[in-house]
């Protein structure tokens, strides 16, 4: 059923754990316990649910469901397990210090491992994990291309399906029907308490005004109070814009990817704006390089928003102008590097980035654009490619 | 943008806090902080970022972010806050213990906790939020009913849609093609670390004997490894079985339901199979009462099978067969009361549940039915209705 890109995956276990304890080593975690899924496919190429116990001499792959598929899937070998509490007894020598992914573990979970390992320190590994997670392999990289490829075809399929009276969540539909038959996982994972992600970010007029609980230039309606982001039933007219902002996921890596579109004319302040946004975007990811700190985008974004009369407007409403203009993207919907203020560590080659300059007119709606890039020697590299002109349909 | 049933769910607000208020005097738990998101809609009918404090005097809502729509969306009075360190200064008296959501807030933001409430003892409160939430009200009934009602629809579009050779996955993008704009949330929501559901359970033909990380009879191969679960690439051929389980989810409620098709004659033993399940359901759905024991249903489900000579394939392959045969269904997609072995609590109308008897194949595949039901006096009253012959189109 998978083929060559599972041996990909197969072929960077042995490397990715090698890499997990050279971090341990220099930063005195004598053994993990890595429980999260998204880690776990990490390391052992397999998302069944176990437990991966790694220490300087040895990684055991413990696994409570589901073993035969465990077994195909991973290189490493399987030991089955009905419980967690089984593991210290399968262990050849048992830890003071546990690096646990402290970060995602639930409260409970963790009083609970603290009674399987009595007398055992634990230490967050979770900023390591994520760390080495944030240079990608050749491979990554492939199935990164895969996923944004898929959302560019959906995008430049929208002028085709776009229609007045349709609401967003029926746009939402129609790209989902594109991209579930090209292999699109669908469920966005985004690491954290409360984070939820979604592929039908679809926002259109005065949607683009309303904010969400998360940390972005704008939310839209969603479908409902109880799910407040993304697209709703609010129906597409005439001159508004329609934000099409499309998480795609192959293999477990996402891509993201944001266009604009209307039927008719485009009020000129949205127009504007999305010109300077696509500006944004094109300058940073021309004078990108490795070695550039993360809040240097951000901060090189939001000069040329206030030159081009736009500040006011740049990365959300005020009060809530959010701090960031990008984000790294790979098992994660957003992961390191942060390109936001603060951030002040260097980007490196074979890093990937989504850069998403986007603008917040009150009273008229959102604009913006994204693309994903890798990191390269020559600047950015966009692996998404759908056609950037705002379409007036 | 949200009309009437908004109106509905802010009526409620102060009966749940009161509710909830009883059941922490009963179990001595001087005051809850409620984070999680779904939580937080149940009690404040918003879902954006903040914390609900609940002491026996008063219930403040606290918003991180965003405010505007948490005031237009709740009948509490919202009190911004940059973040959960100022909740201390906030309350007129400290508590001594805390309840938090310990089976969902992570280690850190709980080591977090203990340090903006120094010297509290916290306790889980999650349980009696649980229990709360396993009784419906009308409004949430009703909410339910739509939900089922957007699955029933597309359920009965599958004879429409199937086509020899299309895959699991472009079944699955049809199906959500149809229902997003009938308001369907698409974000599935299961509690728990590592727990992930979406929409497109599609499994064809020998996709139905693959198990998945989850205690449920079947799992499909999914689109890769990453995501070990539900619809994959796999064609559909001709006289293999197409079981369709699809979850809805309407204003933040939950419907699951499950039908059976085929391309062609299905094997006999399929076949047979699925008139078992059929017939397992009926007889639990006609018998079961208020007061029933959430155990009876499993221990009921399976002595049919066994007379009916298929034991050996009930509730999945052998070793892995589940011990349940139906949950609770709301604002998760499982949810209390489990009709499984070993749960022997009553119960009691108004709670939603769904019947899933479901039998698995080696070789062959899986087959199986879901309803969800409304508790009655006068048994089950299905919500769903998608129509129950199994289809060879």
Redesign the interface.
């Known amino acids: 059923?998978?083929g060559h890109?599972?041996e990909s995956?197969k072929e960077e276990v042995p490397r990715r754990i090698e890499a997990l304890r050279s971090l341990m080593s220099e930063n005195q975690i004598e053994a993990a316990l890595i429980?999260?899924?998204v880690d776990l496919?990490y390391f052992t190429?397999?998302?069944?649910?176990g437990a991966l116990y790694i220490d300087k001499n040895q990684e055991l792959f413990f696994i409570?469901?589901?073993a035969?598929?465990a077994r195909e899937?991973s290189p490493l070998e399987v030991i089955e397990i009905p419980s967690l509490k089984e593991i210290p007894s399968l262990l050849p020598q048992k830890p003071k210090l546990l690096g646990?992914e402290?970060?995602?573990?639930?409260?409970?979970?963790?009083?609970e491992l603290k009674q399987i390992f009595p007398q055992v320190e634990f230490k967050?590994i979770s900023p390591l994990i994520l760390k080495l997670r944030m240079v990608k392999s050749q491979c990554e990289i492939e199935l990164i291309k895969e996923a944004a490829q898929i959302a560019s075809f959906a995008l430049d399929k929208v002028p085709h399906i776009l229609r007045e009276g349709?609401?967003e969540?029926?746009l939402?539909?129609?790209l989902?029907?594109?991209?579930?038959?090209k292999?699109?996982?669908?469920?966005i994972r985004m690491r954290?308490?409360?984070r939820?992600a979604?592929s039908?970010h679809v926002i259109s007029g005065k949607s683009g005004t309303?904010?969400?609980?998360?940390?972005a230039p704008m939310?839209g309606?969603?479908?409902?109070?109880?799910?407040?982001m993304g697209?709703?039933?609010?129906p597409i007219g005439k001159n508004e814009v329609v934000l099409v902002d499309l998480s795609t996921?192959?293999?477990?890596?996402h891509s993201d990817q944001t266009r604009c579109f209307s039927i008719g004319k485009l009020p000129e302040p949205l127009k504007r704006g999305y010109e300077v946004c696509r500006k944004i975007a094109n300058v940073l990811a021309k004078d990108a390089r490795p070695g550039a700190s993360a809040q240097w985008f951000y901060k090189r974004a939001k000069s040329i928003a206030e030159q081009e009369g736009f500040g006011d407007y740049f990365l959300g409403p005020k009060p809530?102008q959010t701090k960031f203009v990008g984000h790294g993207i790979g098992?994660e919907i957003s992961e390191l590097p942060f390109l936001a203020l603060g951030h002040d560590y260097s980007i490196q080659e074979g890093m990937i980035v989504s850069i998403e300059p986007k603008m917040v007119f009150p009273d008229l709606g959102a604009v913006g654009i994204e693309n994903t890039y890798l990191v390269s020697s020559e600047g950015l590299v966009p692996l998404t490619s759908a056609q950037e002109d705002l379409i007036e349909v």
């Open positions: 059923m998978f890109q599972l995956l429980l999260q899924r496919y190429a397999s998302a069944q649910e409570k469901k589901y035969p598929r899937e646990l402290l970060d995602v573990v639930p409260a409970e979970l963790f009083f967050n349709m609401s969540l029926e939402a539909g129609e989902l029907r594109l991209i579930m038959p292999g699109h996982q669908e469920y954290g308490f409360n939820e979604h039908w309303i904010l969400s609980h998360i940390d939310g309606f969603g479908p409902s109070p109880a799910y407040p697209a709703s039933l609010k996921c192959f293999w477990g890596y809530y098992l």
